[in-house]
């Protein structure tokens, strides 16, 4: 294991320095094809020599074998060991030589010389049959003579193969001495240029640094080398050029920056103020609407309680004269029908009118309650939207405009009524104010709701045939403090509001669609659930009217 890893820690630094370095990059690139071509020339010189000391050894052999058969075959014939081992006794002054055997023609040895059966590795064998000759044949015509034997003989090629590594040893380090030469003046001239690039390179990381504390190496040289010197002290008299523009700019920026927080503290207590008095002019706004509400309400109710009063002020009257009756002594069955039928109806008048006021009173609370406190809760579209219509009527009843409610009855919400009604009350009042201008032209104004085919949502819909709205200010209706009647009632917040309501408040949207003189179209979309609010949904406790 600690080899391994003394091995992979050569290899990484190796590599490293590889990739880091031009002139080790270099001259291993050149250097390493040069390590593999000598490196395939020793295998090629080697594998050549054992094929060419081989091919001779083997020839030799044959050649033995046949000069030693004609004699070994006569001595074999006449079964002279002696002779035979005459024959053979030299070959075993040849250093080449490990054994040799004569078989007699069943195969049996006759005489055997050296070893007689040694290992087959890194041995030459050659073999030949032994012949004796007939009247009138040949040597070397087998079919005239006799077989009487066999002779093997082994040759080892031990020699061939020391005298092969030794010189393979040779070629080696001849190639690598000739290559450690190429390539130590291969580094030197690599050097030569490398040098001066690898400073300049540290020059030019300087440079990219930020720094211009260098100097530039003189290199007295006319190629590209000395170009690039040249190039490079250039590079750093702009770079100098750049840094002192650069402090120059920060400097400047500086006061800018100086300047624009001053401005900004400004604007930001601008805004502060701006945003305290939008706010308080939504809150006015409101309480506007609603103290006009109430005086609208209150004018309604002077009627049933004003006829409340005067029923019982006569009733009164009638039961005083009824009690002087009763302490007379005239007392008659159709005076007390007389006055039966009076009390009756009184009764009933007085009842119907204070059912009345009791109605619009009760009616005008959850308006009020809604619309001060905020508070979310489960109601009916239908309803909550009648009664505010039923609340703006008194106010607009000498107007000539009609309301007309189309809503869908059993959509049940789970929202906030009061922003609704005000979303409702801003935008029928918007249209009073601006579509029917005229108090004297006829028009109508028409609440209706759509129930979404995904069950969750309801379009609600407030559309007039006024005058409509030009296409120039449709885009601005929203903003807040944009109103064409300035100065004629109009405040520009009563759309911004209605924006900011169903935006923020009731999770949906609203759009609007107007020509001129063809009226104009809200469609607030609206979920049944309202999105749940940061904090608590009521901001203000609600106020409770008196019963």
């Given at each position: 294991m600690p080899l391994n890893w003394m091995l992979r820690g050569c290899l990484t630094r190796f590599g490293a320095v590889f990739s880091e370095s031009l002139m080790v990059r270099t001259v291993g690139l050149i250097c390493l094809p040069l390590l593999l071509a000598v490196g395939l020339a020793v295998v090629v010189a080697?594998?050549?020599?054992?094929?060419?000391?081989?091919?001779?050894?083997?020839?030799?052999?044959?050649?033995?074998?046949?000069?030693?058969?004609?004699?070994?075959?006569?001595?074999?014939?006449?079964?002279?060991?002696?002779?035979?081992?005459?024959?053979?006794?030299?070959?075993?002054?040849?250093?080449?030589?490990?054994?040799?055997?004569?078989?007699?023609?069943?195969?049996?040895?006759?005489?055997?010389?050296?070893?007689?059966?040694?290992?087959r590795s890194g041995l030459i064998v050659e073999q030949v049959s032994l012949i004796r000759l007939t009247a009138g044949g040949q040597a070397g015509e087998q079919g005239r003579g006799q077989h009487i034997g066999q002779l093997r003989l082994y040759l080892t090629t031990a020699n061939a193969e020391r005298t092969i590594n030794s010189r393979a040893w040779a070629i080696a380090l001849s190639g690598l001495g000739l290559l450690v030469a190429v390539?130590?003046?291969?580094?030197?001239?690599?050097?030569?240029?490398?040098?001066?690039?690898?400073?300049?390179?540290?020059?030019?990381?300087?440079?990219?640094?930020?720094?211009?504390?260098?100097?530039?190496?003189?290199?007295?040289?006319?190629?590209?080398?000395?170009?690039?010197?040249?190039?490079?002290?250039?590079?750093?008299?702009?770079?100098?050029?750049?840094?002192?523009?650069?402090?120059?700019?920060?400097?400047?920026?500086?006061?800018?920056?100086?300047?624009?927080?001053?401005?900004?503290?400004?604007?930001?207590?601008a805004l502060e103020t701006l945003k305290l008095a939008q706010n308080e002019l939504i809150r006015s706004e409101k309480l506007a609407a609603l103290g006009g509400m109430v005086a609208a309400i209150a004018h309604e109710i002077n009627t049933p309680i004003g006829s409340s009063l005067t029923v019982a002020t006569t009733l009164s009257d009638k039961i005083t004269e009824f009690q002087a009756?009763?302490?007379?002594?005239?007392?008659?069955?159709?005076?007390?029908?007389?006055?039966?039928?009076?009390?009756?109806?009184?009764?009933?008048?007085?009842?119907?009118?204070?059912?009345?006021?009791?109605?619009?009173?009760?009616?005008?609370?959850?308006?009020?309650?809604?619309?001060?406190?905020?508070?979310?809760?489960?109601?009916?579209?239908?309803?909550?939207?009648?009664?505010?219509?039923?609340?703006?009527?008194?106010?607009?009843?000498?107007?000539?405009v009609s309301i007309d409610l189309r809503l869908p009855g059993g959509v049940v919400m789970d929202s906030f009524p009061g922003a609704l009604g005000q979303v409702l009350t801003n935008l029928m009042t918007n249209a009073m104010l601006h579509?029917?201008?005229?108090?004297?032209?006829?028009?109508?104004?028409?609440?209706?709701?759509?129930?979404?085919?995904?069950?969750?949502?309801?379009?609600?819909?407030?559309?007039?045939?006024?005058?409509?709205?030009?296409?120039?200010?449709?885009?601005?209706?929203?903003?807040?403090?944009?109103?064409?009647?300035?100065?004629?009632?109009?405040?520009?917040?009563?759309?911004?509001?209605?924006?900011?309501?169903?935006?923020?408040?009731?999770g949906g949207v609203v759009a609007v669609e107007s020509q001129i003189g063809q009226g104009t179209r809200f469609s607030i979309v609206l979920p049944l659930v309202a999105p749940q609010q940061s904090g608590q949904d009521a901001v203000e406790e609600p106020v409770i009217m008196p019963s």
């Open positions: 080697i594998s050549f020599s054992n094929r060419d000391a081989r091919t001779a050894l083997e020839a030799r052999a044959r050649q033995t074998v046949a000069l030693l058969a004609g004699g070994v075959g006569d001595a074999l014939w006449n079964v002279d060991r002696v002779a035979a081992q005459s024959i053979l006794h030299p070959l075993s002054k040849d250093p080449d030589f490990v054994g040799a055997v004569v078989f007699e023609r069943g195969g049996s040895v006759f005489l055997g010389l050296g070893e007689v059966d040694p290992p390539c130590g003046l291969l580094a030197v001239i690599v050097r030569g240029v490398t040098a001066p690039v690898r400073q300049m390179t540290d020059g030019m990381a300087v440079l990219a640094a930020g720094r211009i504390d260098l100097e530039i190496p003189r290199v007295d040289r006319r190629d590209e080398i000395g170009r690039m010197a040249a190039a490079l002290g250039t590079l750093k008299q702009h770079a100098a050029e750049r840094l002192e523009f650069i402090e120059r700019q920060a400097r400047h920026m500086e006061v800018i920056e100086e300047i624009v927080a001053k401005r900004t503290g400004e604007l930001t207590a009756i009763l302490q007379g002594k005239e007392l008659r069955r159709s005076v007390i029908r007389d006055y039966s039928d009076s009390f009756g109806t009184a009764s009933q008048l007085l009842v119907g009118n204070l059912l009345r006021a009791s109605e619009l009173i009760g009616r005008f609370k959850r308006v009020a309650v809604d619309q001060t406190g905020e508070l979310r809760r489960r109601f009916e579209l239908d309803v909550v939207c009648g009664e505010v219509v039923a609340m703006l009527r008194p106010t607009y009843r000498h107007s000539p579509a029917f201008a005229d108090a004297t032209a006829a028009g109508s104004i028409t609440v209706g709701a759509t129930l979404e085919e995904d069950g969750r949502h309801v379009t609600l819909t407030v559309a007039d045939d006024g005058a409509g709205i030009p296409a120039a200010v449709l885009p601005r209706i929203f903003d807040p403090f944009f109103t064409t009647k300035l100065g004629s009632g109009g405040s520009g917040l009563g759309l911004h509001i209605v924006y900011a309501i169903v935006m923020r408040v009731l």
